[in-house]
T-cell receptor, first 109, second 116 residues
Framework: EDKVVQSPLSLVVHEGDTVTLNCSYE??????LLWYKQEKKAPTFLFML??SGIEKKSGRLSSILDKKELSSILNITATQTGDSAIYLC?????????WGAGTKLIIKP | NAGVTQTPKFQVLKTGQSMTLQCAQD?????MSWYRQDPGMGLRLIHY???????DQGEVPNGYNVSRSTTEDFPLRLLSAAPSQTSVYFC???????????????FGPGTRLTVT
């Protein structure tokens, strides 16, 4: 059965800390891995990683795909209270996405 | 360009009632999907469509129907609401194949449904 597992399920850090969120997957016919940020409403797209693009960076956020280990990490440096959210990982195959349960990140001032 | 819109934002139903959640997108996306999100369970796919006239079941389709008569609209029908369908429902759409962004889904704001 295809699955996506995220860890930790929740994380509390202080402003300025660096955090690493993990996503591992077992998905037949892997095509892509995506990271989304969900605050109080709908998920918003952060990154998409594929075999041809295994590393992405945007400001303080960066992500790496390890196809050998079937996993990905999302790093956030110099965290701010606005980074508090649920971070979702999803793996794409065909048209569909298989979603992890998410990591709830809380940044304390 | 409104993106993906959903109505209503909130709804309370009694057990056994039926209703339709509306979803529309103005980005000419072929792929659309409906998810439900429950605490601790991430997003689960209910139904999806790869184009007008084509729909298919996802992971949790029981109790829900969909149709896709136009590219823009993808309504979700609850036939006989049950308390187990209390959830937050999201509609999403994706660019067509060939754009290299097929899995990059754009979400509507969600509908919070409570069934009593």
């Amino acid at each position: 059965e295809d699955k996506v597992v995220q860890s930790p399920l929740s994380l509390v850090v202080h402003e300025g800390d660096t955090v690493t969120l993990n996503c591992s997957y077992e998905v037949t016919n892997f095509r892509s891995l995506l990271w989304y940020k969900q605050e109080k409403k709908a998920p918003t797209f952060l990154f998409m990683l594929t075999s041809s693009g295994i590393e992405k960076k945007s400001g303080r956020l960066s992500s790496i795909l390890d196809k050998k280990e079937l996993s990905s990490i999302l790093n956030i440096t110099a965290t701010q209270t606005g980074d508090s959210a649920i971070y979702l990982c999803a793996v794409g195959w065909s048209y569909q996405l298989i979603w992890g349960a998410g990591t709830k990140l809380i940044i304390k001032p | 360009n409104a993106g993906v819109t959903q109505t209503p934002k909130f709804q309370v139903l009694k057990t056994g009632q039926s209703m339709t959640l509306q979803c529309a997108q103005d980005m000419n996306h072929e792929y659309m999907s409906w998810y439900r999100q429950d605490p601790g369970m991430g997003l689960r796919l209910i139904h999806y469509s790869v184009g007008a006239g084509i729909t298919d079941q996802g992971e949790v389709p029981n109790g829900y129907n969909v149709s896709r008569s136009t590219t823009e609209d993808f309504p979700l029908r609850l036939l006989s609401a049950a308390p187990s369908q209390t959830s937050v429902y999201f509609c999403a759409s994706s660019p067509p194949p060939g754009a290299g962004r097929t899995h990059e889904q754009y979400f509507g704001p969600g509908t919070r449904l409570t069934v009593t």
